[in-house]
């Protein structure tokens, strides 16, 4: 079993930056390949993107150049750096956690964490 928990959410001016934490207790965090996705109200969660237990990563094209995932095997964290946040940005943000490598695929992922909410004022 694994446990998520997301900090780092908040609002924010369009332009802006936050950092997003996943906090991970349980099964050996470094085995997992870790992933954030959101869902904006009334929208399906969507993919952001995901690093593999080795430290390869993936994004979606909307968040490419702006967004950064990496993660901290020592803190069992994975983190998401969001820079030049846009309105279309806000969303809840979710971490999932997953055995192999990395996914696109919401519904690869095993584990869940609550949420963080992040809100991009224009």
């Known amino acids: 079993q694994v446990q998520l928990v997301e900090s780092g959410g908040g609002l924010v001016q369009a332009g802006g930056s936050l950092r997003l934490s996943c906090a991970a207790s349980?099964?050996?965090?470094?085995?997992?390949?870790m992933g954030w996705f959101r869902q904006a109200p009334g929208k399906e969660r969507e993919f952001v993107a995901t690093?593999?237990?080795?430290?390869?990563?993936s994004y979606a094209d909307s968040v490419k150049g702006r967004f950064t995932i990496s993660r901290d095997n020592a803190k069992n964290t994975v983190y998401l750096q969001m820079i030049s946040l846009k309105p279309e940005d806000t969303a809840v943000y979710y971490c999932?956690?997953?055995?192999?490598?990395?996914?696109?695929?919401?519904?690869?992922?095993?584990?869940w964490g609550q949420g963080t909410q992040v809100t991009v004022s224009s």
């Open positions: 999932g956690a997953k055995l192999g490598g990395g996914s696109g695929s919401w519904d690869d992922y095993v584990y």
């Open positions: 690093i593999s237990w080795l430290g390869s990563t």
């Open positions: 349980g099964r050996i965090f470094s085995s997992f390949a």
